[in-house]
Each structure stands twice: as C-alpha cells, then as structure tokens.
C-alpha cells in the first residue's frame, strides 16, 4: 500500500501542492487528470523524490519519510524510499549514447549492483515483454518516439519497482503512435503492477484506471471509480475541465 498524507510543496511563496492525501492500494491504478499547472507532474516527482515536499508524509510498504519545514530526511532514506518507485517521463530520457538494451540496464548495474549477464538477460525479458526486443541494441535516434517511450517503460520495470509512475507518457507523440504505449500500459495494468498515471487520454483512462483523481490549483477537487469522475463528476470544476478536453478533442478531429 501507498500512503500520501497532507502532503505539500512550495517553491518560495508558490505553493504547488496545498494538502495531497491518497491512498494507492497493491495492484491499483490511480489515474490523475487536471489542467496544466495544477501540480499532477510535481505531485509525481514527489512520491518519486525528484522533488522534496516541503511537509507531510509518503509511505510504500513499511517504507516512511516524513517531511516538515525544518527537517528532511536523510540521503540514505531517500535513496533507498525512490528504489521502490520507478518513472516514465514524458519526454524519455534515454541515454542518447546508449542502445535500448544498454539503457534498460543501466539501472541495475550502477543502483542495484547487479551482475551484467544477469541484467542482461532481465533486460532483453523486459524487452521481449514490451515488444522491442529487435531492438536491443538500437540507439534511441533509431527508434519512434513510441519504441522510446517502451524503451522507457522497460528500463523503469528494471529495478522491480512497488510503483510505478507515468507523467503523461503519450503527450510527446505522434497520435499513430499513442496505441502501442497504451497497450504496453493496459497489459501491464492487468497483471496486476500498481500504477500512477497522469494523461489526458479519457478513454484511457476509463478503460484502465481503478480510481480517478481530478486535480486543480493544487488540491484533490474529486476521486471516484471512473464512472464517477468521468461519466457522472460532482464538482462543477470536474464538469468544465472534462467539457473543455471534449471540445478540444472535437476540434483536432475536425482539422
């Protein structure tokens, strides 16, 4: 289980996250939708510990960091709280200068200090599994920004993560490629693998997500099934947010 507790973040006066409490179980996929600027990318990068929340606590299994004004926690804490988390960035974040192989790996050599014949063959598994494994030892300039983004699903499965966060991870693609990385996502959701994911794919997001969490100005506004949140929103902030991505998802098909 996954714990967020009144968790919040400023960068000097700008307070991004103003009180975030979630609860992820094993096995869950939480989706997170919102405007632009309403702190889904940070609330990520702080379970994943790229930022450092100003006050509030984040547990994964037995696993605590409490956070307040004056105290962080140590080095060691973090490093070994951000092992059990793995990220899919939106923009990849390969190496440029390594193969797909070599990146998936990379992480289990230098952090988890495994052997390199056994991160090999677990990296050409997460390959095979993702669907890339002719291209293991292509460099990312070879790929499509969707055997990228796999790449990236790959490496961050690497370090057997208990989470797993996705920031947007078809926002960079071309549309024709946004179907391969949802499946990867999809088959990974039925298997069981717990799960964050921010996007702005709806229909995604009804099919895959168990809980449905709508952000704005730094503060959970609505969570339910996506029945709820989607289909049937309370909040009228939900309402405009959803009909606003409606029309706009309208206008691009008309162009």
């Known amino acids: ?24 179980e094993k096995g869950q996929v939480m989706v997170i939708i919102g405007p632009s600027g309403s702190g889904k990318t940070t609330l990520l990068r702080s379970v994943n510990l790229l930022e450092h929340p100003t006050e509030g606590m984040l547990s994964i299994g037995s696993s605590r960091l409490d956070f307040t004004p004056q105290t962080k926690p140590n080095a060691a804490d973090v490093l070994a709280f951000r092992r059990q ?10 190496f440029p200068h390594r193969t797909a ?25 997460l390959l095979r599994k993702v669907g890339l494994e002719k291209k293991a030892d292509s460099f990312p300039h070879q790929l499509s920004g969707g055997q ?91 309402r405009l947010f959803l009909s606003r991505l409606n029309d706009s998802v309208v206008q691009n098909q008309q162009i």
């Open 148 to 238: 990228q983004q796999r790449v990236g699903i790959a490496r961050a499965m690497g370090t057997d993560p208990a989470l797993l966060l996705f920031d947007e991870p078809t926002s960079a693609l071309d549309p024709e490629l946004v179907g391969e990385v949802l499946k990867v996502i999809k088959e990974l959701a039925g298997e069981g693998m717990t799960m964050v994911i921010v996007t702005h794919e709806m229909k995604f997001a009804r099919d895959v997500a168990d809980q449905v969490v709508f952000m704005d100005n730094g503060v959970i506004v609505e969570q339910g099934t996506p029945e709820q949140v989607i289909e049937r929103p309370n909040h009228e902030r939900t």
């Open 1 to 24: 289980m996954i714990k967020i507790e009144n968790l919040k973040l400023s960068f000097g006066d700008h307070e991004v996250l103003r009180g975030i409490d979630l609860t992820i």
């Open 101 to 125: 192989l070599q990146n998936v790996m990379e992480a289990q050599v230098i952090v988890q200090k495994k052997p390199k014949t056994e991160a090999r063959i677990k990296s050409m598994e």
């Open 85 to 94: 988390t793995g990220m899919v960035f939106q923009s990849y974040n390969l």
